[in-house]
């Protein structure tokens, strides 16, 4: 049987949450702290801060192995594990800020100085952070346990990034592809695979299982190696679709299919399938964040990331080419009804951080168009943030009187939208440029609209 273990999560976010949720969904006992007041009292009342499948019911399932609460300290005496979980924004210069992880592990520090506790405590760095950010917290805890009566304290810093993907990261929590972990210490790492063997085991009961049972790999090695992996990860995928954006402007020039392209090269196993989408490109809360961050490690080193800056320019450009085929058809914005169809990141989350429907409707408004958006779950969000964007809760309304419409997020409503009623509903010369390649482009131009994908006539 399997060991439990109190673990303890700090910072109720994405990444925090799903972490708890996981842990006790296999046995073990969470307490999730967060500085925010406010989300801790919601959590309490089962209400969300953010929309994701399928985690509402797994915090209710295991409900009793949970707990919330905003005080770091008494985690820090009861815990055997706990996760660091706090956002790393981007700075000014591109580098991530770790000012959310320094705090809590001066309080790490701090508190262990207070408490008497049989084992070290196992402080497991979740948030991603450069190279170096496990030294850093390890330096911290100790400068903060020295502020407090006792000065000796024991602990162990682990690095386990995180690869989840948002909209479906209950399933990429529990079946994950591997579980990467970072230490020096033997014991640490030997904990830290007890803690997860029912998922590298695949040994718990569930019914979201949908795959026959086999083990997860658990990929050991040294600190900075662990915090490079989540890195070179977020910047190999971000430069995968990017390469399938400029294979897609160069599909169109020669009148090649780029859907049909990133078919036939992903069938190669070395290439594979995944990332290939072609359209308006990445956004969320990782993938420019961790790009910019990784290239500006490589700078601090005297090197000049050339891929990773090329990987950006495409992704930006895709941005700007929304506006280039929408003046394509309407000509001038000035006085144009543009829908916007899907205003967050990607399909199956309501986050908005580096959103291209953000960036594509400021664009737009400043060059004199009206943006009506819609959004399955993003609506209101969006609203608040963008004030000028005339918001929706209806995609058809959105199309009511639209010039144009461009499919932004290819959430399946929008994939499935009813093409005929879309164009009686629009304005000439109701173009529909779909940002995702998601839609059919016979069907839209059967229905009576002007259709404009990306690589593809
Ligand atoms: N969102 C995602 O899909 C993924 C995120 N990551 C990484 O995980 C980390 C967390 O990201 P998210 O969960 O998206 O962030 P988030 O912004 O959703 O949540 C962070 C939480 O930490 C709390 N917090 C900040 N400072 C705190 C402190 N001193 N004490 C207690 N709580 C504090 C905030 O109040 C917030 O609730 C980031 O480093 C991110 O790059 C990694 C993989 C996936
Ligand atoms: O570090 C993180 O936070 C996470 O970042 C991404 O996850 P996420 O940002 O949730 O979303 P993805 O599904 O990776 O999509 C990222 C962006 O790329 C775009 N995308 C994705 C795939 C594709 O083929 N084309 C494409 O344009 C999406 O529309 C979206 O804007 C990674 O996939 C996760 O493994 C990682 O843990």
């Known amino acids: 049987m399997a060991e439990r273990f109190d673990v303890g999560v700090v910072g109720a976010g994405y990444v925090g949450l799903v972490t708890g949720a996981c842990m006790a969904h296999i046995g073990h006992t969470v307490t999730c702290v967060d500085k925010n007041e406010g989300r801790i009292e919601n959590l309490k009342r089962g209400k969300l801060p953010i929309y994701e499948p399928q985690l509402g019911e797994m915090i209710a399932r295991n409900r009793k192995r ?26 000014d210069d591109g580098a991530a800020d770790l000012s959310n992880v320094a705090a809590v592990a001066r309080g790490i520090g701090r508190s262990l100085s207070e408490v008497e506790r049989e084992r070290p405590l196992i402080v497991v760095n979740k948030s991603t952070v450069p190279v170096g950010s496990g030294d850093y917290v390890s330096m911290l805890i100790q400068e903060g346990a020295e502020e407090g009566p006792n000065g000796e304290v024991s602990y162990r810093v682990v ?39 029912p998922i590298i085991e695949q040994s718990f009961a569930t019914e979201l299982d949908p795959r ?37 402007n ?15 090269i992903g069938l190669d196993h070395r290439i594979g399938p995944r990332f290939l989408d072609a359209g308006i490109g990445w956004g969320g ?34 941005r700007r080419l929304v506006i280039t085929k929408l003046q394509r058809d309407l000509h001038t914005l000035k006085g144009k009804r543009v829908a916007l169809l899907g205003l967050s990141f990607k399909p199956n989350t309501d986050d908005l951080r580096e959103a291209p429907s953000l960036s594509i409707a400021r664009i737009l408004e400043s060059r004199g168009a009206r943006v009506v958006g819609y959004d399955p779950v993003a609506g209101k969000r969006a609203a608040a943030l963008m004030p000028e964007m005339k918001v929706v809760f209806d ?9 144009a419409a461009v499919l932004v997020t ?24 779909d940002g995702r390649n998601a839609i059919e482009p016979a069907a839209a131009r059967a229905a009576g609209l002007i259709y404009q994908g990306f690589g593809r006539e």
Not at 226 to 241: G, H, S, V
Not at 395 to 403: D, H, R, S
Request: hydrophobic share 45%.
């Open 66 to 91: 949970i707990r919330f609460s905003t005080e770091l300290h008494p985690l820090v005496r009861e815990a055997d594990i706990v996760f660091i979980a706090v956002d790393t924004p981007p700075g």
């Open 159 to 197: 690095s386990n990034p995180e690869f989840l993907r948002e909209g479906s990261a209950v399933y990429d929590s529990l079946f994950p592809d591997r579980i990467v972990l970072g230490a020096e210490d033997r014991e640490a790492l030997h904990t830290m695979r007890e803690l997860y063997r």
């Open 212 to 248: 026959p049972t086999v083990a997860v790999p658990f990929v050991t090695t040294d600190l900075a190696s662990a915090e490079m992996i989540k890195y070179a990860a977020n910047a190999f995928l971000a430069t995968k679709i990017s390469f399938a954006n400029e294979i897609a």
């Open 250 to 264: 160069i599909c169109e020039r020669v009148g090649a299919d780029v859907k049909s392209v990133t078919a036939g």
């Open 285 to 318: 809360s990782c993938f420019p964040k961790d790009v910019r961050a990784l290239m500006a490690t490589a700078r601090e080193h005297e090197y000049e990331p050339a891929i990773l800056a090329a990987a950006v320019s495409v992704n930006e450009r895709q």
């Open 395 to 403: 995609p058809y309304e959105a199309l009511k009187g639209a010039n």
């Open 410 to 433: 290819e959430w399946e409503e929008l994939r499935n939208l009813d093409l005929e009623r879309a164009a009686t509903l629009m304005a000439r010369p109701r173009l529909l440029v």
